[in-house]
């Protein structure tokens, strides 16, 4: 995967801040890209942003997705090239206590970057970084493909199907004619080093290593798509590089592992366990009446592999093991700045 095609572009990323923002941003420094953040504060504490000094190498904007004339001054100020659109509230737990926020979040916080973007005029190419929960969940036992039923269950997903067809609605009402690419991606589970956020397995387990406790398993027999962090991140940045290039490349794409890869939230801690060592351990605490998620979701990517010859690089276990490196590099109190952009490098020379 060849990103230099971002040397001295400039990138919006919206949720910059957050897990995945802060590996996109290493990314995007590491490929000489001028790259402006729009966020609010880090959600965590700690938080990978600061841990890795991110502050003092982009441009850092602090304000909330939900302020229409706060983002449309971002979009005037720096008028950017190309927006990956991030910001949102991402666990779906907390989109059961906090709806309201959940919706104003993740369906008008798209409707106030689109509108950014079509009074702006500078950009060439929007990525819409959504969820596979956007799907109506049969609990089939193949994969969801992009033309399949957006009916997400909870607040949190739900929400992300709705910021789908925001996303369509402004592509068909205002773009169309105009010379901007605009595409979803459907990303699985992301797994990798520096998520504090809590009520995500990883995380989880990792908290429970340094306090030497056992790993406590909500909901061991869920099969989701997990992958490592870089796999969806640099996928956002390629196809918005390709469909820069090529306008006819623009569309809704599933983001997520082979078959294989696809592991209950069991078989993950298990496989955590045995790469962590130091007698690792977990407990089943499934919870009667728990709120609602997702038992068996698999993804489809059959469409960006044929279409940008892309394909899955990091499987299951790389994903745990690098997660489990850049955990102990931290933990030992060490920079992580070395071991980011040594997975960045490894990751896309692979």
Same mark, same amino acid.
């Given at each position: 995967m060849?990103l230099?095609?971002?040397?001295?572009?400039?990138?919006?990323?919206?949720?910059?801040?957050?897990?995945?923002?802060?590996?996109?941003?290493?990314?995007l420094?590491?490929?000489?890209?001028?790259?402006?953040?729009?966020s609010?504060?880090?959600?965590?504490?700690?938080?990978?942003?600061?841990?890795?000094?991110?502050?003092?190498?982009i $441009?850092? +904007?602090? *304000?909330?997705?939900?302020? /229409? %004339?706060? !983002?449309?001054?971002?979009?005037?100020?720096?008028?950017?090239?190309?927006?990956?659109?991030?910001?949102?509230?991402?666990?779906?737990?907390?989109?059961?206590?906090?709806?309201?926020?959940?919706y104003? $979040?993740? +369906?008008? *916080?798209?409707?106030?970057? /689109? %509108?950014? !973007?079509?009074?702006?005029?500078s950009?060439?190419?929007?990525?819409?970084v959504?969820?596979?929960?956007?799907?109506?969940?049969?609990?089939?036992?193949?994969?969801?493909?992009?033309?399949?039923?957006?009916?997400?269950?909870?607040?949190?997903?739900?929400?992300?199907?709705?910021s789908?067809?925001?996303?369509s609605?402004?592509?068909?009402?205002?773009?169309?004619?105009?010379?901007?690419?605009i595409?979803?991606?459907?990303?699985g589970?992301?797994?990798?080093?520096g998520?504090?956020?809590?009520?995500?397995?990883i995380?989880?387990?990792i908290?429970?290593?340094?306090?030497n406790?056992?790993?406590?398993?909500r909901?061991?027999?869920?099969?989701?798509?997990?992958?490592?962090?870089?796999?969806?991140?640099?996928?956002?940045?390629?196809?918005?590089?390709?469909?820069?290039?090529?306008?006819?490349?623009?569309?809704?794409?599933?983001?997520?592992?082979?078959?294989?890869d696809?592991?209950?939230?069991?078989?993950?801690?298990?496989?955590?366990?045995?790469?962590?060592g130091?007698?690792?351990?977990?407990k089943?605490?499934?919870?009667?009446?728990a709120?609602?998620?997702?038992?068996?979701l698999?993804?489809?990517?059959?469409?960006?592999k044929?279409?940008?010859?892309?394909?899955?690089r990091?499987?299951?276990?790389?994903?745990?093991?690098?997660?489990?490196?850049?955990?102990?590099?931290?933990?030992?109190?060490?920079?992580?700045?070395?071991?980011?952009?040594?997975?960045?490098?490894?990751?896309?020379?692979k």
């Amino acid at each position: 995967m060849e990103l230099s095609f971002y040397k001295g572009k400039t990138v919006l990323i919206t949720g910059h801040t957050g897990f995945k923002g802060t590996w996109m941003c290493k990314v995007l420094v590491m490929n000489g890209a001028n790259v402006i953040g729009y966020s609010l504060n880090p959600p965590t504490n700690p938080s990978l942003f600061e841990i890795t000094n991110m502050n003092g190498h982009i $441009t850092s +904007v602090i *304000g909330d997705i939900r302020d /229409l %004339e706060s !983002i449309k001054s971002c979009m005037n100020k720096y008028n950017p090239d190309i927006v990956i659109h991030m910001a949102a509230q991402p666990i779906v737990r907390e989109s059961y206590t906090n709806p309201v926020y959940t919706y104003e $979040t993740n +369906v008008m *916080g798209t409707v106030n970057i /689109l %509108e950014a !973007i079509r009074l702006n005029g500078s950009v060439k190419s929007f990525v819409n970084v959504t969820t596979d929960k956007v799907y109506k969940n049969n609990e089939w036992e193949w994969g969801y493909r992009e033309n399949d039923i957006l009916d997400g269950y909870d607040p949190y997903s739900n929400s992300k199907s709705c910021s789908e067809l925001v996303t369509s609605t402004y592509k068909n009402s205002f773009f169309c004619n105009r010379d901007i690419a605009i595409s979803t991606c459907r990303a699985g589970n992301v797994i990798g080093g520096g998520d504090f956020a809590k009520d995500r397995i990883i995380p989880d387990c990792i908290r429970a290593m340094e306090n030497n406790e056992e790993i406590i398993v909500r909901n061991p027999n869920s099969t989701r798509p997990y992958q490592h962090v870089l796999e969806p991140v640099c996928t956002y940045l390629f196809l918005a590089q390709a469909q820069y290039l090529n306008k006819n490349l623009q569309g809704n794409y599933n983001v997520g592992p082979d078959d294989k890869d696809c592991a209950t939230t069991g078989n993950l801690v298990d496989l955590f366990c045995k790469i962590w060592g130091d007698k690792a351990s977990w407990k089943d605490i499934s919870e009667a009446g728990a709120p609602h998620e997702a038992n068996f979701l698999k993804l489809d990517c059959s469409k960006i592999k044929m279409l940008l010859n892309w394909k899955p690089r990091w499987g299951i276990k790389d994903a745990i093991e690098k997660t489990v490196e850049w955990s102990k590099v931290y933990y030992s109190g060490k920079d992580v700045n070395k071991v980011m952009e040594e997975q960045i490098s490894e990751y896309l020379n692979k």
